[in-house]
């Protein structure tokens, strides 16, 4: 399956629950190469109670975990194996930077493009944008196990 999925697609592929589903819709797929996804950032968020009260800003290591969740959903894409009731487990991240803040209001915009897949083990380079601009890269490598 490639193109676009919607919300209810994508929870049939992941096993992650609000609060912490942090997909909510991909935008575009080339099983086996690369995968753009969204995630709309809302003021609603629990977590911007407590991150920086009156400056909320979205936690870095969510957005980690954003691409992550994009990384999981462009193998399961890629591999016929992984369909709905796989888990994906993050077991690397590398070269994570930082370069601007995200926060209620903006689309954090998330490209994962793979590396390499050997066995169970993908690699990815993954970038997330806000109005074209990069806030947050890193190279991340999730296990996948079939359902």
Known sequence: MAGQLDISQI????????????????????PKERLLACKNVTFNEPFF???????????????????????????SQSDDKYGPGSVYYLVGIDKARFKKQVGPGDQLIMEATVI????????????????????????????????
């Not at 049939?12 to 797929?29: M, S």
């Not at 909320?56 to 975990?65: A, D, K, Q, S």
């Not at 390499?116 to 993954?126: D, G, H, L, S, V």
Request: proline content about 6%.
């Open 11 to 30: 929870q049939q592929l992941l096993p992650h629950r609000y609060p912490f589903l942090l997909v909510d819709k991909v935008i575009e797929c080339v």
């Open 116 to 147: 390499k897949a050997r066995r169970n083990i993908w690699t990815f380079e993954c970038r997330g944008e806000v109005d074209g601009e990069l806030a947050v890269s890193a190279n991340i490598m999730c296990a996948a196990e079939a359902g």
């Open 49 to 75: 109670q407590g991150h920086f009260p009156g400056n909320p800003i979205f936690p870095g290591v969510l957005m980690l975990e954003a691409l992550a969740q994009t990384t999981a959903l462009l193998t």
